[in-house]
């Protein structure tokens, strides 16, 4: 299995394509960081702004003002005690906040650029089977003497370890920049966890961001390699991925009102939402969305090998 692993890695790595996306991956992260930082400077407003401790104060009492609503939800006011505890932690602690401008933050917001790295995970995982019967090359394949579930899955691991590549290489790009376009800021993290404010590893977040990010990398590179392996059309492949993609959110967002919206992939591809509080639909759980992403994970596997292993192959 790793010399079918090596070879399909090997063969990833000789197409020029290959090498481009991972190049433009890189260029794309660095110009987004320095436009947005240029945008950022020319918007500020001139003057005295206000300091860190007035924004925290502003904070708390627009907070506390919509605590004091009675048809305001149980998760609302549960997520908003919480931030006013991290505000008043901050203030007696003298921590001051990574502002939006700062290395520290741009850092830590950057997971949400890894859009660009599903597109191109996305390419690689829906052209690596249908591109063996467009370029004819099926049937050498499949006449050595190994089972065709061991290289469906070489494939398939090939597949993830570049989308994996795309997304180190994703973070470290990002880094860069903000070491090329931002200044330093406070990296001290707070968060609320079993009833006080405790302070979490700048980096241990920043990982694990990118780490729950990666998650949904991972379901949208199986869907494509499953299409692909289907439909052995890569152009199919990819489009409906990238379709997907950007309609999926949004037929979760329109149906967020009916219980079937949580069982919809789309409202659990992006992970990092119960680190950030940014839920589609509120009250979903870890384990349930773990539950969901495993058997729809599943699913997509299952029909990617019956369709490979027991239909017939034709160049």
Known sequence: MLNLIRNEWMKLWHKKATWIMAGLIVLILIGVSGITKWADSNMQQPGNQPSWEQSLAESKAIYTTQLADPNIDEDTKKQMEEEIAIIDYRLDENQAPATGDSRAQHILDSHVLLSMAILFAVIAAGSIVSAEFSQGTIKMLLS????????????????LLYALALTILALLATILAGYMFYDSGSMTILDYQNGSVVEVSYWGRVFALYSLQFV????YTTFAFMIGSVFRSSSLAIGL????????PNIVFFLSRYEIAKYIIFAHTDLTMFITGQMFIPGITWPFSVAIISVYML?????????????????
């Open 241 to 248: 991925s990238i379709f997907l993609l950007f309609v999926g």
């Open 144 to 159: 050595r003497p190994v089972k065709r579930w061991k290289i469906l899955t070489s494939k398939y691991i090939t597949s």
């Open 216 to 219: 949904g990398i991972v379901i």
């Open 299 to 315: 699913i997509f596997l299952v029909i990617s090998y019956l369709s490979f292993i027991k239909r017939d192959v034709k160049a």
